[in-house]
Structures are given as structure tokens and as C-alpha cells.
């Protein structure tokens, strides 16, 4: 295949968004958004509060209907697709605000990944497991570095490892597409390293689509970015692309800032 235009490989696109627009009452949320994720890319997306970009990961899970424009995924259309259909299809998200089971320990956690989360509680318990499912959700627990808290109830755990257990239960789905909704909110220095490691060592297999302010995290895993702002497209390309262009300095990160992106 010829390259594109940027230099990068020509690839499948896993997903592709054309012309999507969404309204809430008469907010514009989104509109005319259209971009292609290549398969197997990590893909970042950044932009100011109220750009669009938690709505973006809503309409594409789901959870959200377009008012125009429409979601592909491997080329087929999800307008018909329930959050559910479109989870069975390999998509999973990890979002924003952390939604562990506090009662159950960490290994039941990761268990409702990998049973399902409408299964019967009795599935949940050790005895009712498959040794397929045991050995799954330990290697999933050796991934995410919490095997030393398998019997450690969730709502014990610190803010940091709560978000990796979060990326294991949407890892036990065995997802094509991983959705990451500002992982490292909330999280120290030493905590978002150590995000970074991990979505490092998922990558390979998945294509994940990442939103998130912390801009040496995006500039860390992401290999192309794309800037919303006011509902819709700004601009996009690599890190070093976009660091100095004057529609970012202006739109997302304000004046005197030039030549530096940094949390904002």
C-alpha cells in the first residue's frame, strides 16, 4: 500500500465516524465530526471542558444517539446497535469516574469482566469457576499489578489501583477497541508512570482511543492526536505536529503558553 499523506502506513480502519453531530436541548455537543482510527493505533484525544469529547466516547459506545452522521466499526454501521450489541462486537470502556464493586474483592471484580456483568452472583464465587476463567482473570490480575490484592476487597484499594483494576475488568471483555476516559484523573506522578507502563504493555492486539488533560501522558502513548474544540474538529496529527500550532495555543491552551503543552 502507498503511505498517506503524513507519512504513515496505509491500514484498516477499525473505526470511523462520519459527519457526527449530536444536540442536547440547543447545545450543539458535536457536529460534522468525522475521523478514522487505524487499527491498532493509540489515539488521543484532547481539548478544553465542553469540546466534545466525552460525547464522542458516548456516541460511539452507544450510549448516546447521533442526530447526524453515523459510527462504523470495521466498516459496518452501529446505528441500530445497542451498548450491549456493540460490546459484543469487542468494544469496552473504562470511564472517567471509578465504578468498582466495593464489597467484592478484586478478583471477583475482574470475574465480572470475564462471566459477564448480568451473570448470577453464585458465578462469582471460586468454586463456580472454570479453570479457563481462574487462570484468565490471574494473568489479567498479574497485567494490571494488583496479584498481591486478588482477596483484597475493591473498595479498599487506593484511587490509583482502583483505575487499573477498571482497565482489567474492560481488558477480561477482550476488546478490539479500549476506550480510556481521562485514566489518570485524580492520580499522582508515580501513579500515572505506572498507567503509562500498563497501557504499554496491553497495547499490542488492541486499538485503544484515549481522552485525557495531562499532556505528557498523551504525548507518552498516543501516537496521533486529535484537538476538539466547541463540538468540532480543531486539528490532528502527532504530538510534535500539533505542539506548536497556533489554533491549539489559541483554543486549548491560551496565549503565552507557545511551544508547550502541559496539563491544562
Sequence with gaps: MLPLEDGRKAVALLLETVDLGVRFGGVVALHDFSVGIDEGEIHGFIGPNGSGKSTLFNLIIGRYKPRTGKVLFQG???QRLSPDQRARLGMSIKFQTTSVFPGL?????????????Q??????????WSSA??????HM??????????????GTLGHGEKGWLEIGVALATRPRLLLLDEPTSGMGLEETNRTIELIQRIRSGLTILVIEHDMEFVRAVAERITVLFRGGLLTQGAYDDIKNDERV????????????????
Design 249 to 264: 495555543i489559541d483554543a486549548y491552551l491560551g496565549r503565552g503558553r507557545e511551544g508547550v503543552l502541559s496539563q491544562s
Design 105 to 117: 474483592s478484586v478478583l471477583e471484580n475482574l470475574m465480572l469482566g470475564i462471566v459477564g456483568a
Design 119 to 128: 451473570a448470577p452472583m453464585r458465578e462469582l464465587r471460586r468454586k463456580a
Design 76 to 78: 459496518r454501521s452501529l
Design 141 to 154: 490480575l498479574e497485567t494490571v499489578g494488583l496479584s498481591e490484592k486478588s482477596d483484597q476487597p475493591a
Design 133 to 138: 476463567e481462574r487462570e484468565s482473570a490471574e
